[in-house]
């Protein structure tokens, strides 16, 4: 059945001129026999249609002799490329095992052969692990993640979906505890007047806040923040360990010290963008670890300026760690010494899982590339990324790289005051 009337809807509304030169056919009058641009330029104006009307068939199935069947079977055939996928392998081998009775033998050890190699060919260049294999076996593969197409990659340390979740919960947490240390350092602000060291350790006054003391906020935080920066540092680490070990598996196996010392350097190189922290995340780092330090330098401040009035002013205990924790201590100077060297502590760790540890005491002799004191790890910050935490930190270029020294330093002064208070006390 032929169709010898051509719908509305198929014919086109420019004629083959304007439709050729893209320019907008348009006819003075509705009733003119050619267009504008064909009456100008005085050429024939035919209305364009389309060559086949209707939907395409399906093409006929052809149909050839057995003999000639047999015969075009027993020719050698060309090698297939690799590049073909296993489909299109399973599909000619299936219509050309249906071509006669006599050649399936030959077409199904063909078969079998072309999806072993197409199976291994796979397993190189990249195939997807959600496709089976027809025995029911999956097929592995690298993740998406791959550049190269060559490259395996285990099963964990690339997943994207565990790495987005890592990245999902670090932002989360983070942007929460820098809304808690704003609220907190604001209330500080507004009460730096009337400041002493009883509202930061006691249950009372503007300081105590949803049932928690500045003290025990200062403390959980630090514990906190230091447990987050170590969970993005072991994801971070784990996925530069698997793209080493995908680059070594991807090296030829002769000259393999070569190559693998070449690869890794390439890795490492083309890959630290990709190491580099999310800039919301580094942010997050910079205004938590800032707030922190400005905790600490107060509560330093004002801890050795109390020390100093102990024999005339002594302090009764105070409460311990927030979350059920109590102190094993009931003097009040060596709950304060084991809270100094708490913090202390906590912001050495934070300062070698960033990358910005300096001296031999933190393991190392600076923070240059992201990878500071921290005993031969690197660092979570970029050279970047700790340019804007010093500029934050310091409030100009400079001062900032001096300022957790500084902090750090007036720690130490108020345990030691506490040290010896204490064994005054003894003595």
Not at 146 to 174: C, E, Q, W, Y
Not at 186 to 212: C, S
Not at 281 to 302: C, H, N, R, V
Not at 314 to 343: E, R
Request: aromatic letters at 4%; one cysteine or more; a positive charge.
């Amino acid at each position: 059945m032929t169709v010898t009337a051509i719908h509305p809807g198929q014919q086109r509304s420019s004629c083959e001129g304007c439709r050729k030169q893209k320019a907008r056919c348009q006819r003075l009058q509705p009733g003119d026999a050619r267009c504008a641009r064909c009456m100008m330029h005085n050429i024939p104006c035919v209305a364009g249609r389309q060559k086949r009307i209707g939907r395409p068939g399906r093409a006929a199935e052809r149909r050839t002799d057995p003999a000639q069947a047999t015969t075009e079977t027993r020719q050698p055939r060309p090698k297939r490329p690799q590049s073909n996928s296993p489909q299109q392998a399973s599909d000619q081998t299936r219509s050309g095992s249906a071509s006669s009775p006599s050649s399936r033998g030959s077409s199904s050890s063909s078969s079998s052969a072309a999806a072993h190699l197409h199976g291994s060919a796979g397993l190189e260049n990249g195939w997807d692990s959600s496709r089976s294999s027809p025995g029911g076996q999956s097929i592995a593969g690298p993740s998406p993640e791959s550049s190269s197409p060559g490259v395996p990659f285990g099963p964990r340390g690339n997943d994207p979906t565990t790495h987005a979740d890592a990245i999902f919960h670090a932002v989360t947490a983070l942007s929460l505890m820098n809304v808690a240390l704003h609220s907190r350092t604001q209330a500080v602000e507004a009460y730096k007047h009337v400041m002493t060291v009883e509202l930061i350790i006691y249950q009372r006054g503007p300081l105590y806040i949803n049932n928690t003391t500045l003290s025990q906020f200062i403390l959980q935080t630090s514990r906190e923040f230091v447990a987050l920066l170590h969970a993005l540092q072991t994801d971070i680490q784990g996925r530069k360990l698997q793209r080493l070990q995908a680059a070594t598996w991807a090296s030829p196996p002769q000259h393999s010290t070569t190559a693998t010392t070449a690869t890794a350097t390439a890795t490492t190189s083309s890959s630290s963008s990709a190491n580099e922290l999310p800039a919301t995340i580094s942010l997050l780092i910079t205004s938590i670890f800032k707030q922190l330090l400005d905790l600490y330098d107060l509560y330093s401040m004002y801890c050795c300026a109390r020390v100093a009035k102990l024999a005339d002013e002594p302090v009764a205990p105070f409460p311990g760690p927030a979350g059920g924790g109590v102190w094993q201590l009931t003097d009040a100077c060596l709950q304060g010494l084991l809270y100094t060297q708490t913090i202390h502590r906590a912001l050495e760790q934070t300062e070698r899982v960033l990358g910005i540890a300096w001296g031999a005491s933190n393991g190392g002799g600076g923070g240059g590339g992201g990878g500071g004191g921290g005993g031969g790890v690197d660092g979570l910050l970029s050279p970047r990324q700790m340019h804007t935490l010093w500029h934050e930190v310091g409030g100009e270029l400079g001062s900032g790289i001096t300022r957790t020294e500084t902090v750090k330093t007036g720690l130490r002064k108020a345990a030691f005051d506490l040290q010896k208070l204490i064994a005054y006390r003894l003595n």
